[in-house]
């Protein structure tokens, strides 16, 4: 122990001074202690050789009330109180004190107790052991007591607030500048020993903050030894003027005024009218009233849109405010800003409204013309030049310039010749017309032109042809055709059965128009139909009237022979398949395996049965059949009489351009 004293004596941080009371100190203890010890030795030791624990407590009552003298005497020496003696010789000061106890100890044991047992000994170690955990107790609370923590900032934050708002007070807190010497170089070595002492000599500091010299708040605030600490708080502001902050000896003044107030004076704009796109400039004049500075975020509703602006403005100062407001829809449009209102208008374009779109022909001859005209209105606000343009199946085709005032109405017309042969779709804006440029000899079916020089090319490209010119191949080939509608004396059986001729051969079948009477004769009541010639050499009889649009629509027209012949390829029997799905047996109450006969009698009007003649038997037994119309046109022979046909009857080729087109042009 008394070599861990000696580096307090050569320590570098110990004043000449110091170092002389120590010396002082340490000369006086070893002189006293060894009195101390001769004393009980020479007047007790042959007395009590044999020492009991009421002995040992009465020698380390004697060893404290030493130490105390010790404490006593060092500081009258040194001239000072407990916190000065803690604060700048606690390191030698704690050698000195633990170097004494243990001589005294040991001149006790030396002097009285030589001849006592081990077990004395532990006795007399242990008591000096518990007796410096005490006084490391009774250190620590001297020294935690001796030393403040210092509140050694205060700032504050803003220095002019409004009323109502918080104004923020931030302190620094510092606890012990700092503990130096050989002990606090040994517990530094170790990190958690350094980080336990600092915690075990924490201290609470109350933070007693006052406002104008009331205190407006007290807080604890606990720090580690060594440790600083900045802490805020905020303090709300009611009362205006000059006010201060006092904490210690620190002081922070500020003002708290009233708050900014920014208020809208006037809403005003440059233009009332303006063209579409144009820019409308909005002046607001804004003027702070508080006493503070403010900044604020200005909304100006212009119609569904909203416009923003953020200003700031000094107390009492005025400020004009702008905004750009460009509209690309024509209206009246509301400005609007808090209770400030205007408004402005932005006039509408020259704009053509269009209406009455037309043609003057649906159907046009190729190499013909066809002229187009539009109603155009100007329904904006303004005068101007605009063009119209027509477009012809999607793609500009042709324009015009209009010069309309404001509610002019006027007609455009356009004029289109040379047109390919096709379809059109004519339009103007967001009007549509159609028309047709055709070719007679490309149209038969729907101009009933029968041409035989280009029937193999229109069929090709109209129909799908069937490989097989078997009755299959007739009936899918049938299935095709869809003939205008029926109209009697007009568009009748001689008509139709022309045209389903036409397309038959065109499909390279060979068929004929038959008739149920020869020429000349006055009964029965006329009537054609077609006759095809299968690959089998089979004979299949058509009705055509069954292949015309209406409800009269009945494809493929095939009718059943008199046996029976073609039955699943007939039109009655495509009508009873219908039949049977749209009625199935499990919903309808009827035999499943009805036979087309049985349906007909049960569930059809026998008007079915027949078209224009009365039986099947007809149908295949023709009084005549023509390879085509030519025939029925020209007439034939009955003994001295030449009968024909009315060309009215086939009308189609006896108009023009038909009748100067081969072979039509050659007919008599």
Known sequence: MFLLTVPAFFSNTATAWEKSAYISILGFSLFFLG?????????????????????????????FAMTLFYWLFSLAILRTNSSYLISKTSW???WFIGFSIALSAVGLYMGSIREGSWWNKKKVFGIILIFLVLFSFAWIYMFRSSHEAEVIGLELSPDRVARGDSVTVSLQIHYVAGWEGPIASLLQRNERVW?????????????????????????????????????????????????????????????????????????EVDRERVKLGDTVSVYIDVKNVGGMEGTRTLELNAGEEIETKRVTISPGEDKRVSFSVSKHESGTYSLRIENLSSSFTVLKPATLEFSGLSVSENEVFMNGSVEVSVTVKNV???????????????EPAKG???????????TVVFNLSEIPVGNYTVGVDNLSKTFNVVDPRDAPVQYLTYYYGTAENYVSKNYEIPDEKTVQGLAEFLHQIKLPEYVEDYFDCSDTSSVVEWLLEGAGFHAFVAMNYELGETEPYPHNWVMVELRDGELAAVEATLLTSGDIYSPPGIVIGPDGEFK??????????????????SEYDYD?????????????????????????????????????????VEGEMVENAKYYMDESEFDWWNVSPFNRQEPFSKWE
């Open 35 to 63: 009195w101390v010890a001769s004393k009980i030795r020479s007047d007790y030791g042959r007395k009590y050789r044999d020492w009991t624990g009421f002995d040992i407590v009465v020698n380390m009552g004697l060893i």
């Open 92 to 94: 030698p000061f704690s």
């Open 195 to 267: 980080s336990f002492t600092k915690r075990l000599l924490s201290k609470e500091r109350v933070i007693d903050l006052k406002l104008n010299g009331e205190t407006v708040l007290e807080e604890r605030v606990n720090l580690n030894y060594g440790e600083t600490k900045t802490v805020d708080f905020d303090i709300e502001m009611q009362e205006l003027g000059d006010r201060s902050i006092n904490i210690d000896n620190l002081t922070r003044n500020f003002k708290v005024l009233e708050p900014a107030d920014l208020v809208v004076k006037n809403l």
């Open 380 to 394: 904006g606000d303004l005068e101007g030049e605009k063009t119209v343009t027509l477009f012809l199946n999607g």
């Open 400 to 410: 015009k310039e209009v010069d309309l005032s404001p509610n002019q109405t006027g």
């Open 568 to 585: 699943k390829y007939s039109w009655e029997y495509e009508r009873f398949m219908d039949w049977k799905e749209e009625h199935p047996p």
């Open 592 to 632: 499943p395996d009805i036979t087309l006969e049985e349906w007909k009698d049960e569930y059809v009007n026998q008007s079915i049965d027949s078209v224009g003649i009365p039986s099947r038997e007809e149908y295949y037994s023709p009084a005549v059949k023509y390879e085509s119309p030519k025939g029925l």
